[in-house]
């Protein structure tokens, strides 16, 4: 039997706005994970740096949800070293491998962020302030588009007010980190997805209106290496994110 210092350590970059409790509150009980917080910005080399001190040595599983997927990729590629495998779920795919904006629930916001940086800005400031002084209006307006098993989620007082919390602790706290990887992600830079060596695992609701489908099947297609997608009928957003921790 391998020791507690070998066996994969859990790490998980949450989506944005999010913040480190998005995990415990989709995640089943006695999951555990360390859980980097990205309300503030944080450079890939700074991640990589929190791995190494926060976790033993031994290898490591990233998870990336949402726009945090990016992330967990950027991070892979610069601890490949360390990464035993790579759970991308519902993922936020490089702009550069299709037309995905106008699938996207939230595709007008970075069309915003793109061609209009200074007005993003100003909304992002906003919505940092109802998310400081009214979380759960904000989560209403998050899930305004719920689709498929998400609705269901959206009615669910406890998730509803897990989710408020979230909002309130990271988006109400600061906007700086959601401005960064809204900004950067919505620029639709080359996808740079060389160099990363580990064996990936896709999971993707085929009822998400926030991440299509087309997006992971396009993120698939273009990663090298060994790739596994597992596809999650009627689930959307974080209802997909639940299922697949669920089966972790």
């Known amino acids: ?38 309300t503030m910005p944080v450079a890939v080399s ?17 998870i990336g949800f949402s726009l945090g997927a990016p992330v967990a990729l950027a991070v892979a590629r610069a601890k490949g070293d360390r990464v035993a495998h790579l759970h991308l779920i519902a993922p936020a ?16 916001l970075f069309r915003l962020a793109r061609s209009r940086p200074a007005l993003f800005w100003l909304v992002a400031q906003l919505e940092s302030l109802v998310a400081r002084t009214a979380p759960g209006f904000l989560c209403d307006r998050l899930f305004a588009t719920a689709a498929g098993a998400d609705l269901a989620l959206s009615r669910d007082p406890g998730f509803r007010q897990a989710m408020a919390q979230v909002l309130r602790a990271g988006l109400g ?26 064996p990936i695992t896709l999971w993707q609701g085929d009822a998400d209106n926030w991440t299509p489908p087309a997006m992971a099947e396009a993120l698939a297609a273009a990663l090298p290496g060994s790739i596994s997608f597992n596809r999650l009928p009627g689930c ?10 669920a089966r972790l």
Request: charged letters at 10%; glycine letters at 12%.
């Open 1 to 38: 039997m391998a020791s507690p210092t070998t066996l994969p350590q859990l790490i998980y970059f949450h989506g944005q706005p999010g913040g480190p409790g998005e995990f415990q509150a989709c995640a089943p009980p006695g999951l555990r994970a360390f859980t980097p917080d990205r």
């Open 46 to 62: 700074e991640l990589a740096a929190l791995i190494v001190s926060h976790c033993a040595d031994g290898p490591v599983t990233l």
């Open 93 to 108: 795919a490089p702009l550069a491998l299709g037309d995905f904006l106008p699938a996207m629930a939230g595709g007008s």
């Open 173 to 198: 706290r600061s906007p700086a980190g959601f401005i960064a990887e809204v900004t950067a992600y919505a620029a639709g830079g080359p996808a740079d997805l060389a160099g990363i060596a580990v």
């Open 236 to 245: 959307s957003h974080y209802a997909a994110l639940r299922a697949a921790l």
